[in-house]
């Protein structure tokens, strides 16, 4: 016990030592985050504002906007300003924060993703029962849900890695705070509590993976029955995109966790990081509003909007 020395901080790894390259970096994702905020706001306001879009669909869409928001927010700005500053430090608690919001939001992505996979699903199967089954009640209930089942998974996650010991280095090879990172620099005998919530996150992810790859066969096989090009062409615009996102969201993040640890850092991990972490709150917008019709014409209403009401406000007199 001599030997251990209370945990201050850790120090986040870079993607280079070389200040040009941390320049770029910084640049690239500032740029990226612009354009997620830019994306997820506008997704947010247009639902918000026209009473078309107010359905189950964009109800769990501008729930997923919100959330994208927060993921990205947790991560990016924070890499951004330690390109800038030289500082790759983050305190404690900071450390513990960012895992838990990190967590809360992987979580729920997926149980929300999965969600908006369960209302694809119904109003393909049970067309004539979709009103009654996805009610406003039954839609705010499972959105609450996802957001409460990711908070105990924020939760679980924190507790069982913060309680490991940290006595040797605390530069964690990751950009920021994951479990995979901070597992690797503890100096802990033990590691059945960070296992077992691991085992359970892992298990979960790999369920809803398999369960929406088996349902999304028979959700095509039923589309390709469908008698009119238009419809099919509709309805796999509408589930591709989704299934293609929450594939490669769920595959890279297990992938990031199972794989073994490595003696020295790899720039592979910080990219493979990026695909659960930064594309799809980034890719999200770009899937759900640039194809959505309903969408642009949401958009093309705004501005006509607020290009008429300009030129209808009357000109003041001296």
Known sequence: M??????????????????????????????????????????????????????????????????????????????????????????????????FLMMLSVASELFLL???FYDCYVAIFKPLHYDVIMTRGACVRMAAVSWLSGGLFGALHSASTFTLLFCGSKKTPQFFCDVPSLLRISCSNSYLAADVSLAIGVGIGVFCCVYII???????????????????????????????????????GLIAYLKPPQESDSVIDLLLSMFYTVVPPTINPVIYSLRNKDMKTALMKLIACKYFSKRLIPKSFP
């Open 214 to 252: 088996i349902s999304y066969t028979h959700v095509f096989s039923t589309v390709l029955k469908i008698p009119t090009t238009e419809g099919r062409s509709k309805a796999f615009s509408t589930c591709l995109p989704h299934l293609i996102i929450i594939v490669v969201f769920i595959t890279t």
């Open 2 to 99: 001599a030997n251990l020395t209370v945990v201050t901080g850790f120090f986040l790894m870079g993607f280079s030592n070389t200040w040009e390259l941390q320049v770029l970096h910084a640049i690239l994702f500032l740029l990226i985050y612009l354009v997620a905020l830019m994306g997820n706001i506008l997704i947010f306001t247009l639902i918000s504002l026209d009473g078309k879009l107010h359905t189950p669909m964009y109800f769990f869409l501008k729930n997923l906007s919100f959330l994208d928001l927060c993921f990205i927010s947790i991560t990016v700005p924070k890499s951004i300003a330690n390109s800038l500053s030289h500082s790759y430090s983050i305190s404690f608690w900071g450390c513990v924060s960012q895992l």
């Open 114 to 116: 999965t969600v908006m």
